[in-house]
């Protein structure tokens, strides 16, 4: 068994899988480690990874990218809008203020939204993960951005089981890349010595990701986190691109920025010039043929150039960095080191800024493009039953200040802030409230908000009442930062005051005991507002317990039945039912994104099985057109040539024409049609190479056979054990078998290159094996064992006494025998 995880990034993503002997990166069906991040749709079909990414410039409006950035913001999201302004493809506002995907898909106008478009993609990773390691994949850890907020997390969540994919764990990515560096430390200090403190800067194609991780041995503790989402590699790209288009427009009087196909012609050629900056600082030449207007463009920029047009986005590298350390709390000297990942950390001027701030070099000892997935793989493999890992601790904290919102019983608003920034995650707290009825919490993000709707969701606690006496009850809420960094009302109960009727017991005794056992009468009924410093009182404490068993013992029967019946006082703890509202799919909405992604990955994989036979007719065509003229030209006649060549020409102009879209049978037929002509030929020319060795294996065997024979004949003593008319047998088909491979070679020397032999090869070597299973079991019979005879009993009494005679001295009688015999039981032993 295999587990997976996946870095889901937004221009790439890589698949890391854990086995016995350790961490791998798996290799797509283009033999890449790394899947671009693309969908593409056409008139029949769906095209994923690279395939999508290589039509990009064809198929640009039907070609969906960067729709990780889309996971579960609304539409009129500031940063939706801004990135929207970028994209090729059309989007629209959906009802519930999301984001639609519109592309033209089986012929019609469809729309999909990024949690579809996300699940696509994972489709095609999980068919990947699956195809490599020839076992079906399920568990699976998905590193996500430790910026997402709830609502991205739980459409990723969604987006995952759409695919079909078992999410073990949403791990940030901060703190994937912290356990692929920290698990193989072996010289991390000692649980009770002061952590090693290393800072880790993960600058990608669309973000900026720092983080302050404390290592000791056998765990890692996230002490801060910053970032930039909307800062990357690409936005130097789209700089250099600017620059560019401005250039060709003064020198070539084009304007790039108003021709997509153009404009992404551009940012693919700037990105590779960007990559050749991080070792040159010299001037590099930019080339583009048939650019725009079948205009040939040129251009050169250094790196001191690129520097200077992105200074300000320097400056806001320079601030996250510098807000990480300010959030640690910790000074320079406390750091030990500072490791790199990511690809945009290759541009020399961030890595001097990651210098100046922490004035260390940056080092890379992680792979910089596949350390988030071996880290989620690794995270995965701690979480699957399957697995054995090295005991690791991983404490991680939550990016954002969460607070709670309510109204308390006079309607006045009230609010707590519940877990603040940086806080542990997983985490779970309990709050207590004194209500009379129902009442309902809104948790969001405190100010600054992280985009424009702060609120993660409302939690309604259901069948709250009044107590025996109209007093509030007190009610505990248990409120849970969970393994995915998702906020939750984990669970809500209520704890009742209810009096039962109790007999006095018999004895003197038991009144006694139970008159030392205080009742608890719960609150006092007047109401309090949970406050933050509170520590809510544990459920089911050992005084509860005790007053619960005594409400339910069973007295003795007593004597006296005047005696006066107690009433006693004991609490229920009852669990109530939480109604929650969050910005996620619901069962029903997720089935049927289940059942829609089905159906579409079943009309991929008829549609591939058509294109598939289509692609063999074609293949069959230009295979036989060329060998028919060249290996295969003497094994056919010159007519038979002819008449193969127009049929071949005819099927080809059928594939262009009305062939162009045909079911997959009408495929099948044709290339069985095709075969039946051509395959004729093809076994011509194998049966002629082929043929001859039958014919010497089997020769081979009758010269052994009549070798045997005539060394019978000799009186060879190896065969003088053989029956003479078994051997006969032999010789006889030995001439029969030599008069069959005379004639039919007769016949074969006769026949044309060009027509059908007269016998195949299996035909030939079918005959050996028969001939073999006649003349092996007579000719290799194993000689009889010699019989051994026995002398008479007069000669057996003789040799005893003659053998007794040849002793050196007297023979010693029984009782001399057993005297010194080592294994007398009355003889004392040295045993060492």
């Known amino acids: 068994m295999s587990v997976i995880g996946i870095d889901f990034g937004n221009d790439g993503c890589y698949i890391a899988v854990a086995r016995q002997g350790g961490i791998e990166t798996i290799a797509n069906d283009y033999s890449l480690r790394t899947t671009p991040s693309f969908v593409a749709f056409g008139e029949k079909n769906r095209v994923l990874g690279v395939a999508a990414k290589n039509q990009m410039t064809t198929n640009m409006k039907n070609t969906v990218h960067c729709f990780k950035r889309l996971l579960g913001r609304h539409y009129r999201d500031p940063k939706i809008q801004s990135e ?8 629209v506002e959906l009802p519930d203020r999301g984001t639609g995907i519109v592309v033209r898909y089986l012929n019609e106008e469809q729309t999909f939204t990024p949690v579809q478009v996300t699940a696509m993609l994972f489709t095609k990773l999980k068919l990947t993960a699956e195809q490599a390691l020839g076992i079906k994949v399920n568990d699976v850890v998905i590193g996500v951005p430790v910026y997402f907020t709830d609502a991205e997390r739980r459409a990723m969540l969604d987006a995952a089981v759409t695919a079909g994919l078992n999410v073990l764990r949403l791990l940030n990515e901060t703190t994937a890349t912290a356990l692929c560096y ?14 090693r403190n290393v800072v880790f800067v993960d600058c990608g194609a669309a973000s900026l990701q720092v983080s302050v991780v404390a290592f000791n ?42 021709n997509p196909r153009a404009w992404v012609r551009l940012c693919s050629e700037v990105e590779k010039l960007k990559k050749q900056m991080s070792a040159n600082s010299t001037d590099l030449p930019i080339n583009i043929e ?45 750091i030990s080191s ?30 910089q493009d596949e350390a988030v997935a071996r880290g989620c793989a690794l995270q995965c493999a701690m979480l ?108 809500a109960s209520l704890t009742e005051k209810k009096e039962t009727i109790e007999e006095p017991p018999e004895t003197m005794e038991t009144e006694e005991k139970t008159d030392k056992a205080p009742a608890n009468d719960g609150p006092n009924g007047t109401q309090e507002a949970p406050s933050e410093n509170q520590t809510p009182p544990e459920e089911g404490t050992q005084q509860e317990k005790m007053d619960t068993e005594k409400s339910t013992e069973t007295p003795a029967p007593s004597k006296n039945e005047n005696v006066e019946k107690k009433g006693k006082k004991c609490l229920k703890t009852v669990e109530l039912p939480v109604k929650e509202v969050v910005k996620a799919h619901n069962a029903t909405q997720l089935n049927n994104l289940v059942e829609r992604e089905a159906q579409m990955v079943q009309a991929d994989k008829l549609e591939n099985e058509r294109i ?43 594939l262009y024409e009305e062939g162009e879209d045909c079911k997959k049978q009408i495929y099948l037929d044709k290339l069985a049609e ?36 005539d060394q019978f004949k000799q009186g060879e003593e190896k065969y003088n054990h053989l029956d003479a008319a078994q051997v006969e047998k032999v010789e006889k088909a030995v001439v029969e078998k030599q008069d069959w491979i005379d004639k039919h070679l007769g016949l074969v020397s006769s026949t044309a290159l060009h027509a059908d032999l007269p016998i195949t090869a299996s035909q030939v070597m079918s005959e050996k094996g028969s001939f073999d299973a006649l003349v092996i079991p007579i000719m290799n019979k194993p000689k009889p064992k010699p019989k051994v005879e026995e002398p008479p009993p007069a000669d057996k009494e003789a040799g005893k006494k003659q053998e007794g005679e040849q002793t050196n001295g007297p023979k010693l009688d029984e009782e001399q025998q057993q005297q010194q015999s080592p294994n007398n039981p009355s003889e004392p032993m040295d045993v060492d």
């Open 290 to 334: 048939c650019f725009m207007d079948d205009k040939d463009v040129t251009g050169k920029l250094n790196r001191t150039a690129m520097e200077e047009m992105g200074a300000h986005l320097l400056k806001r590298v320079e601030h996250t960095l510098q807000q990480c350390l300010s959030d640690s709390n910790l000074k320079l000297d406390d």
């Open 84 to 91: 929207i302004q970028t994209l090729s493809y059309r989007t």
């Open 182 to 195: 920290g698990i193989y430390k072996q010289d991390l200090p000692a649980p009770e010595e002061k952590p």
């Open 384 to 491: 699957s039953p399957a697995f054995k890992v090295r005991e690791f601790s991983i404490t991680d904290v939550q990016p954002y200040s969460i607070q709670l919102v309510w109204q308390d019983e006079s309607g006045q608003e009230a609010d707590m802030e519940v877990f603040p920034k940086n806080h542990q995650v997983p985490f779970s707290k309990m709050l207590t409230f004194f209500r009379r009825e129902p009442f309902t919490l809104q948790a969001q993000y405190m100010s600054p908000a992280t985009f424009p709707d702060p609120i993660i969701g409302h939690y309604t606690i259901e069948n709250v009442g009044p107590g025996p006496e109209g007093e509030s009850q007190k009610v505990k809420v248990k409120v849970r930062i969970n393994l995915h960094g998702l906020f939750t009302v984990a669970s």
């Open 338 to 367: 500072v490791e790199v990942v990511g690809g945009s950390t290759r541009i020399p001027a961030i890595k001097h800024l990651i210098e100046k701030v922490f004035k260390k070099a940056p080092s890379t000892t992680l792979n």
């Open 612 to 654: 598939n036979a289509k692609n063999a007719v074609e293949e069959y065509v230009y295979e036989i057109r060329g060998k028919i003229h060249e290996e295969l030209e003497q094994f056919i006649s010159e007519a038979d040539r002819d008449k193969l060549s127009l049929q071949l020409e005819d099927t080809e102009n059928w």
């Open 217 to 258: 041995k056998g765990k890692l503790k996230m002490l801060a986190t910053s970032s930039d989402h909307n800062l990357g590699g690409r936005d130097f790209d789209r700089l250099m691109a600017q620059h560019f288009a401005n250039d060709f427009k003064s020198r070539y009087k084009i304007d790039a920025t108003s």
């Open 674 to 709: 095709l075969k039946k002509q051509g395959e004729p030929i093809k076994t011509r020319k194998r049966e002629r190479e082929t043929l001859p060795r039958a014919f010497e294996s089997l020769s081979g065997t009758i010269q052994l056979a009549r070798k045997a024979v």
